[in-house]
């Protein structure tokens, strides 16, 4: 059964990392002008080019976002703003969540927080955690907070609401995989040892067959891109025909996460009470 009456969901996320991409795995990085400007490709050259796509195709997508990215470059997130687009919270800095204490990731939450609500005007909804990991007090600020979904969890791969303590929660999680994340397939550094670049065509493959299956099950499909990665010409043409190959198929809903999390979210708890009794 559809999860959606939209649609099958489709949600096309961007981690707009920048710089902090490398200043969060070594604050040193600031000073290295070189691999900074690994960074600065995502909001100078990749932004603008998937924006272009995005608009091509009549597409929506969710922009993750740290706080002092925003900060830095307001007419960037202008350019994704006015587009359609979601701009959703991923930190302050990109600090790696799990050397953090409760009040500096209370720091990080707030001023991310703040800020998005800052330039658009509301608050955020959506969270998706900076390094794939959360604290034991994650979930805990998630709610505080308000968020509506989290896209962050491997346990799953349709969508699903949290049960936090035994209790029901609002939070839609829209699960996450390494499978369906550009890093681990382009991401290459000097000084990321181990890491190989891979083919265009086998992300390609890979990324076409994981939606097939899910398409088949009637799930969802949520993939996570860089803009500093997937902006590249060569992947940038891996988006493009993936977005054809799921515009191929009937009944089709490329929704910001946002949007998608409130047209499930009644669904979501109907089974849930339906699997309780
Ligand atoms: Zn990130």
Not at 25 to 44: C, D, F, H, L, T
Not at 84 to 113: N, P, V
Not at 237 to 261: M, Q
């Amino acid at each position: 059964m559809a999860i959606s009456s939209k649609g099958f969901p489709v949600q096309l996320t961007f981690d707009l990392d920048a710089e902090t991409m490398w200043t969060s795995r070594n604050p040193e990085n600031a000073n290295r002008p070189v691999i900074m400007s690994q960074g600065a490709y995502g909001w100078k050259i990749g932004v603008p080019r998937i924006l272009s796509l995005l608009k091509q195709y009549d597409v929506f997508a969710t922009f993750f976002v740290p706080g002092l990215v925003i900060e830095q470059r307001p007419q960037v997130i202008e350019a994704i703003l006015e587009h359609g687009h979601e701009i959703a919270h991923h930190s302050w800095s990109h600090a790696w969540i799990t050397g953090l204490t409760r009040e500096q990731e209370h720091d990080e939450m707030q001023r991310g927080f703040e800020i998005i609500r800052k330039v658009t005007g509301s608050d955020p909804v959506g969270y998706r955690s900076p390094a794939a990991e959360f604290s034991p007090h994650t979930m805990e600020l998630l709610l505080e907070y308000g968020f509506g979904y989290s896209s962050n969890f491997f346990d799953d791969d349709s969508p699903y609401l949290h049960v936090v303590d035994g209790k029901l929660s609002y939070l839609v999680e829209f699960p996450f995989h390494w499978v369906l994340d550009d890093a681990p397939f382009f991401q290459y550094s000097i000084t990321l040892p181990g890491r190989t670049m891979q083919a265009p065509s086998a992300v390609l493959e890979a990324w076409k067959l994981e939606f097939d299956m899910l398409y088949k099950e009637a799930r969802a499909f949520t993939l996570a891109m860089h803009p500093q990665i997937i902006g590249r010409p060569s992947r940038i043409i891996v988006l493009e025909e993936l977005i054809k190959h799921i515009k191929n198929h009937d009944n089709i809903w490329f929704g910001r996460c946002c949007d998608v999390a409130n047209d499930i979210r009644p669904g979501l708890i109907q089974q849930y009470e339906l699997q309780e009794k």
